[in-house]
């Protein structure tokens, strides 16, 4: 696993445009039906299929705002450390992964070969300045966990309404 520094660059979106009507859709669903009942009788739309396997390969994120640092956890189950690299470019951070798995099957003079490229990205704004130098990352049981130290610790204080 890699922590790297780039130069500043200027991206656009945080999530693929494509998944948004998707989340949309789950969203407005879990409203209608609480228990994924649609789901449970196995409703998927044919139409949404290719998006919804995309949706798969893109890690789920929690981002928590601590008053000193501010830590991201993020699922990538089946990755070696090696095979996941973390980029910090100017409060974008963006988690990457490749693995080749390769499968032969030989039976008498037939033999299958299927090589299969897993890969996924995923990058997010962070909600503050941090010092990308002093970032920390572990891995482990397929979650990985960066803690990033903010440039300026927040002091956060309970405003009362008069």
């Known amino acids: 696993m ?3 520094k780039e130069k500043p660059v200027s991206v656009v979106s945080t999530t693929p445009r494509e ?3 998707i989340d949309e859709f789950d969203s407005l669903l879990d409203r209608f039906f609480p228990t994924n009942l649609l789901r449970s009788f196995g409703f998927r739309t044919p139409a949404l299929r290719p998006f919804q396997e995309m949706e ?3 890690p789920r994120i929690d981002i928590v705002d601590h ?7 993020a699922e990538v189950p089946g990755f070696k450390k090696d095979e996941v690299e ?3 470019n100017d409060g974008l951070l963006t988690i990457q992964g490749q693995k080749k798995e390769e499968s032969k099957m030989e039976e008498g003079d037939m033999v ?3 090589i299969n490229w897993n890969a996924f990205s995923r990058s997010l704004r962070l909600p503050t300045e941090v010092k990308a ?4 990352a572990t891995y482990e049981n397929g979650i990985l966990e960066i803690r990033i130290p903010k440039i300026q610790a927040t002091s956060r204080k309970t405003i009362k309404i008069d």
């Open 19 to 21: 998944i948004a009507p």
């Open 67 to 73: 008053e000193k640092e501010v830590c991201v956890k």
């Open 56 to 58: 798969t390969r893109i």
């Open 2 to 4: 890699s922590l790297v």
């Open 133 to 136: 130098d002093e970032a920390k």
């Open 112 to 114: 299958r070969s299927e």
């Open 86 to 88: 973390i980029t910090l």
